[in-house]
C-alpha cells in the first residue's frame, strides 16, 4: 500500500511539473492549464464588472500597440489577448491574466512616458502569465483557504472565492484589501522574461533600467502604489536588471 502512495506521488509530481520559458525552472503547478485558462477569463470578467473602462484614445491606442508586439513575442497560440485600460488616476497597477487579459490603470499609464517604458510593464506581467506564477500560487493558496478542494470542485460550488483567490494570485488584490507580493524568485523570473519579450518585440531592454529607476526615484521613502507593493522595488533589484540585459540583447534587432 505504501508503495503504491509513494507510486502515485509521483506520478502526480512528474504530471504537475512544468518547465518555465525562458529560465527553465521546472515548477509544481497543481492546476491544469484548461481551468487556468477558465479562471482567467472569469477573473477578467469580474474586474470588468467592477472597473470603469478609459476612453482615453492616447492610452488605448499605446497600449493596442504595445500590447499586440509583446503578444506576439510571447507566442501563445492557445491565448485570446484582449487589451484594457481601465480608468482609475489613484491606482497604480497592471495585470495579465491567463489567456492574455492584459489591462493597465490610467494611474499607471500617466508614468510611462514611452512605448518602451509600457513594453517594460506589459512585458514583465506577460512574463508572470506565461511562467504561470499565478496557478503556482492559487496552488498553494487553494490548500490553505480551501483545505485542498480541488479547484475543479470550487469554481462550481465557491465561484465567488475562487475567482477572489485568483485576484490575489494575480496581484490584483486591493479592492479585497489584500496584497499578496510575488515572491523574490518570481519576481526575478518575471523581470527576467519580460526583458526578453521587450527584446523580442522590438523594444530596447535598457528603457526597464530607466523606468524603474525613475519609479525609484519617485516612490523613495513614500508610500509605494499596489504595483510596487506586489512587485517590490528596491535598488538591488534594478542591479539585477542591469544584470539581465546583456541576456536580453541576444533577442534584440532594434
Ligand atoms: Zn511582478
Redo the contacts with the bound molecule.
Keep these: 500500500m505504501r508503495k503504491l502512495t509513494a507510486i502515485f506521488s509521483i506520478i502526480l509530481f512528474l504530471t504537475a511539473c512544468q518547465t518555465v520559458p525562458y529560465t527553465h525552472r521546472k515548477s509544481l503547478v497543481l492546476i491544469p492549464q484548461s481551468l487556468e485558462l477558465e479562471l482567467g477569463l472569469n477573473t477578467y470578467r469580474e474586474i470588468l464588472k467592477k472597473s470603469r473602462i478609459s476612453r482615453n484614445r492616447k492610452y488605448n491606442q499605446m497600449l493596442s500597440r504595445v500590447g499586440m508586439k509583446i503578444a506576439r513575442a510571447a507566442h501563445r497560440p492557445q491565448y485570446h489577448w484582449e487589451f484594457k485600460v481601465l480608468k482609475d488616476d489613484r491606482v497604480l497597477n497592471a495585470f495579465c491574466l491567463p489567456g492574455g487579459k492584459i489591462a493597465v490603470y490610467t494611474g499607471l499609464m500617466k508614468l510611462v512616458s514611452s512605448d518602451a517604458e509600457l513594453a517594460t510593464v506589459v512585458g514583465?506581467?506577460v512574463g508572470?502569465a506565461i511562467a504561470r506564477h499565478g496557478a503556482e500560487r492559487m496552488s498553494h493558496l487553494l490548500l490553505v483557504q480551501l483545505g485542498g478542494m480541488a479547484l475543479q470542485e470550487a469554481l462550481r460550488k465557491k465561484p465567488k472565492k475562487t475567482v477572489q483567490l485568483a485576484m490575489i494570485a494575480y496581484?490584483i488584490g486591493t479592492t479585497l484589501g489584500i496584497v499578496l507580493p510575488?515572491s523574490r524568485l518570481?519576481?526575478y523570473e518575471?523581470d527576467r522574461i519580460g526583458l526578453i519579450l521587450m527584446a523580442k518585440a522590438g523594444y530596447d531592454p535598457h528603457a526597464a533600467l530607466s523606468f524603474w529607476q525613475k519609479m525609484y526615484k519617485k516612490f523613495k521613502g513614500k508610500e509605494p502604489p499596489e504595483f510596487l507593493s506586489?512587485?517590490p522595488l528596491t535598488k538591488h533589484r534594478i542591479e539585477r536588471i542591469k544584470k539581465l540585459i546583456p541576456e536580453a540583447m541576444r533577442y534584440y534587432r532594434g
Design positions: 514583465h506581467e508572470h496581484g510575488y518570481q519576481e518575471a506586489t512587485h
